[in-house]
């Protein structure tokens, strides 16, 4: 028998009643070092004051207007946005998809407004995530998750992760513009060289094409910059955001430059929910934690004592972890045993980490964990890796 929740997920037996900074309190009493973070959602950790104080307070005035009027909070998230990046326009959905499809949608309009609407084809990468919607699931061409759901949106040609040749042989009179992580998150924090974004940014702009950034789960801070890709030194000319954006409330936005941007004009988008006040009361609450001037020297001196220490844990339980990959507090563990074996083991120990792709488990804290945090959780990791080390050799993934 079905039960009454869709069962699309194979959710840990596990629920939670608070949460406070990088801890989450279970139903049941239990503490867990939360190093998940709802999936690089919770930036701020939980229950951030600041945070708490901006929705509380927005809520007590306004919930919801619709975009039929002006919508204060946007406006001023739009420009802080703008100011901090290489933007000059900002729309705002509710989830990461949604930011991707308007991202897939600005790059098309830009040539259809140029006279050239045929040109609607966007290269992607092996391994990408950009979400499950229909267009999005078409452009991440994982074949697990497009199965059974019909034909696939045309219109997306994947190329081998990182394949500079294969995208130029992608590259034909129908292209609209190349889509990148410039760190595949869900594919197994996969790092993009700095130099393949900006023979990418090149090859664009040889072909007169649209580079589109996703973001949606290393941006915000997560790597040590704002924006990964600022430590490429290249920008892209659409980027889509969301996750930490919210810090646990959903949001989602899609950056553009004004020469991206130029077909977007009254009616070509919409969203109902879209920056609604309560969701823009975070945003820019965000914002300014993340702005302030030492937050991301913070997330640089904490993530490199992180990722030593992982270092450390991989070189003494080599049949467990085979490397430590990622940048910033975008961290991987690339596992031997299957890695589901390794995030069991934590979870039982009191810690949350997150799977991924490639055999991975990624280590996603919020930004705001001290070192005191990084070596409790070290702690953890080394008890759960010297008892996967003892584990009988059968259950050892090849
Ligand atoms: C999570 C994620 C998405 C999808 O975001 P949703 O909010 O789940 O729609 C897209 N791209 C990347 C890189 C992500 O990590």
Request: with cysteine; proline share 5%; charged share 20%.
């Amino acid at each position: 028998m079905i039960p009454p929740l869709l069962p699309t997920y194979a959710r840990a037996p596990l629920a939670f009643e608070r949460g406070e900074g990088p801890y989450l309190i279970a139903t049941d009493g239990r503490r867990f070092l939360d190093f998940a973070a709802g999936i690089a959602v919770n930036a701020l950790g939980h229950a951030h004051p600041r945070l708490v104080a901006a929705l509380s307070a927005q809520a007590s005035k306004l919930w919801h207007t619709s975009n039929l009027y002006q919508v204060p909070g946007q406006q001023l998230l739009a420009e802080r946005l703008v100011a901090a990046t290489f933007a000059d326009t900002v729309f705002f959905g509710n989830s990461g998809a949604e930011a991707i499809e308007c991202a897939i949608k600005i790059a098309r309009k830009f040539h259809a407004a140029r006279g050239e609407p045929q040109r609607f084809r966007i290269i992607t990468f092996e391994g990408a995530f950009h979400g499950r919607t229909l267009a999005t699931l078409a452009a991440g061409g994982q074949k697990k998750y497009l199965e059974g759901f019909g034909p696939k949106v045309d219109g997306f040609d994947q190329v081998a992760f990182g394949d500079l040749e294969g995208v130029k042989r992608a590259i034909g009179p129908e292209n609209a513009g190349i889509l990148i992580e410039p760190i595949q998150g869900e594919g197994g924090v996969r790092c993009v060289p700095g130099e393949t974004l900006r023979a990418l940014r090149a090859l664009c702009d040889e072909h007169g094409l649209m580079l589109m950034f996703d973001e949606i789960q290393c941006g915000m801070g997560r790597t040590g910059k704002l924006f990964a890709h600022e430590w490429a030194g290249v920008t892209p000319d659409i980027m889509a955001i969301a996750k930490a954006l919210g810090g646990g409330f959903p949001v989602g936005a899609c950056l553009a430059t004004e020469r991206a941007a130029a077909g977007m004009t009254t009616g070509t988008h919409g969203s109902t929910f879209g920056g609604n006040p309560l969701a823009m009361s975070i945003g820019n609450a965000v914002l300014d934690v993340v702005l302030e001037p030492a937050f991301l020297e913070h997330v640089n001196k904490v993530a490199n004592y992180l990722k030593q220490q992982l270092g450390m844990i991989a070189d003494r339980y080599g049949p467990v972890i085979e490397e430590v990959r990622g940048q910033g507090l975008l961290l991987g563990l690339k596992c031997k045993v299957p890695n589901t074996l390794l995030v069991d083991a934590l979870r039982e120990r009191g810690m949350l980490v997150v799977g991924g792709g490639d055999n991975v488990v990624r280590i996603l804290p919020p930004l705001i964990i001290t070192e005191e945090h990084v070596r409790d959780a070290i702690a953890i990791l080394n008890d759960a890796c010297a008892s996967l080390a003892h584990q009988p050799a059968k259950d050892a993934a090849k």
